[in-house]
Nanobody, 121 residues
Framework: VQLQASGGGLVQAGGSLRLSCAAS????????MGWFRQAPGKDREFVAA???????YYADSVKGRFTVSRDSAKNTVYLQMNSLKPEDTAVYYC????????????????WGQGTLVTVSS
């Protein structure tokens, strides 16, 4: 089971990026997928999570700006990030678990390698 995150980069405040998380090794349509991030010197924090065919839950800090979408044919989950702020700068990780979505990172057994998002002011 492998998750491959990509799409990070440098963007100015107010800009947009779309992160991708491609899953391989099994079909993840029955799994919950989560996005987390870790800023320099800070703990990893919850960003968003949801089932492939269910509701998605967002952290208050990104609600209304970030959107999760899924492409079952590609076994890929996306995190569309709009109106980016300097405080969104972090390494972003995607994760998967066999149960329902949760905001607790330790409940996800499968993790991608992380992709760096840097938002300049």
């Amino acid at each position: 089971v492998q998750l491959q995150a990509s799409g990070g980069g440098l963007v100015q405040a107010g800009g947009s990026l779309r992160l991708s998380c491609a899953a391989s090794g099994r079909t993840f349509t029955s799994y919950a997928m989560g996005w987390f991030r870790q800023a320099p010197g800070k703990d990893r924090e919850f960003v968003a999570a949801g089932r492939w065919s269910g509701d998605t839950y967002y952290a208050d800090s990104v609600k209304g700006r970030f959107t999760v979408s899924r492409d079952s044919a590609k076994n890929t989950v996306y995190l569309q990030m709009n109106s980016l702020k300097p405080e969104d700068t972090a390494v972003y990780y995607c994760a998967a678990r066999g149960g329902g979505p949760t905001m607790k990172d330790y409940e996800y057994p499968y993790w991608g390698q992380g992709t760096l998002v840097t938002v300049s002011s």
